[in-house]
């Protein structure tokens, strides 16, 4: 069961802070990609959505007790299931926008083969002003009372978590 943490990175002009509405831990964040299958390496056909509201019921095994998703291998009809761990995420900043932790997930017989970036995050701009965005597109920008924002070169990658 490898634990996965989700890294973003961007470059921002002239925005202070980007991260969920709530925090790292917004419950109205989904997180959409493919799954593999690990044992029989099966890809599903369309992305899977999982969320930290979302519980789904346990496959009769005590450790998938926290389950945010679980499927069924169309290969080899072994479950699969992947829980997300809050309390690992921090916001990209102008100081720190290289590789920041978002979502920290477990991994119970699938893994991720495609992310996609479909969650709306905020924005504060070095006016203090609340600005949502959607970021599907991987770049933002807009003149706002004046000033030049931008968001470009929006990343995520998954790494391995050893904490």
Request: aromatic share 10%; with cysteine; hydrophobic share 35%.
């Amino acid at each position: 069961m490898p634990k996965l943490m989700l890294v973003v990175s961007a470059e921002l002009k002239n925005i202070v802070i980007l991260q969920p509405e709530d925090g790292s831990d917004d419950e109205k964040i989904n997180y959409y990609f493919k799954l593999e299958c690990e044992h029989c390496g099966w890809v599903c056909e369309n992305e899977a959505c999982v969320s930290i509201n979302v519980k789904e019921k346990p496959t009769g095994n005590r450790r998938n007790d926290n389950l945010n998703l679980s499927r069924k291998c169309h290969g080899c009809e072994r479950y699969g299931g992947i829980s997300l761990i809050p309390g690992h995420g921090a916001p990209l900043s102008q100081n720190h926008c290289t590789e920041v932790d978002l979502m920290l997930f477990n991994y119970d017989g699938l893994l991720h083969v495609e992310y996609s970036f479909n969650v709306f995050l905020y924005f504060f701009q070095t006016s203090g002003r609340k600005i949502h965005v959607d970021l599907a597109m991987g770049e933002y920008t807009d003149v706002i009372d004046g000033v030049e924002v931008s968001i470009s070169k929006l990343k995520a990658k998954f790494v391995l978590y050893w904490g």
